[in-house]
């Protein structure tokens, strides 16, 4: 079955930074999009970035873009979410996805808390 588990998120200071990762099992990795989303208390989830089957082909949320980067590892079928100059409005659980096999899977979700 698709899986996916989420690490590395934690508390980080305002301006330091965070790697998470999601290592995903069950369907072709290399065949399909990856996404992050996060959600932050009492928000909607928001996509905050996404990578195409071909490594390199990324887009991140206004919010994030130029903070943020995305990426990915086929042969390790992980991808990464690295996080820079985090701010207490980054806090929020961060969630992997992937649409295959006609639907949304989802991990169990990372907390990322940013103290100010």
């Known amino acids: 079955q698709v899986q996916l588990v989420e690490s590395g998120g934690g508390l980080v200071q305002s301006g330091g930074s965070l790697r998470l990762s999601c290592a995903a099992s069950?369907?072709?990795?290399?065949?399909?999009?990856m996404n992050w989303y996060r959600q932050a208390p009492g928000k909607e989830r928001e996509l905050i970035a996404s990578?195409?089957?071909?490594?390199?082909?990324?887009n991140v949320a206004e919010s994030v873009k130029g903070r943020f980067t995305i990426s990915r590892d086929n042969a390790k079928k992980t991808v990464y979410l690295q996080m820079n100059s985090l701010t207490p409005e980054d806090t929020a659980v961060y969630y992997c996805?992937?649409?295959?096999?006609?639907?949304?899977?989802w991990g169990q979700g990372t907390q990322v808390t940013v103290s100010s």
């Open positions: 996805n992937v649409y295959v096999y006609s639907r949304d899977y």
């Open positions: 990578t195409r089957p071909t490594v390199g082909s990324t």
């Open positions: 069950g369907f072709t990795f290399s065949f399909h999009a």
